[in-house]
């Protein structure tokens, strides 16, 4: 329409579109890496240790990983699938 009249014009506006999208990426950016940052900050306290061996220490501390609770969920489902085809 009336926006784009010349090739020049036309140029002009797709120009000024990509330096816009250009600015916006570059805060997008600035934006997430700051919120990524403050994430890694905040697990680096003690608070957030503390939190983790409650959380999770529970499969450490009785020589169990995810690994081996996966496993053990695997055989029992696989056993009762067998169990149910005979």
């Known amino acids: 329409g009336a926006l784009i009249t010349s090739r020049r014009s036309f140029l ?3 120009w000024t579109l990509t330096t816009l999208l250009s ?4 805060g997008v950016s600035l934006f997430l890496g700051s919120k990524i940052t403050n ?6 306290t003690e608070e957030y240790a503390e939190w983790y061996r409650d959380t999770y220490g529970q499969y450490n501390n009785n020589g169990c990983n995810n ?8 055989r029992r489902l696989d056993d ?3 169990n149910k085809n005979r």
């Open 67 to 74: 690994r081996d609770r996966y496993r053990r969920t695997y």
């Open 23 to 26: 600015f916006f990426s570059f």
């Open 80 to 82: 009762n699938n067998n």
């Open 39 to 44: 994430q890694y900050n905040s697990m680096q």
């Open 12 to 14: 002009a506006l797709a």
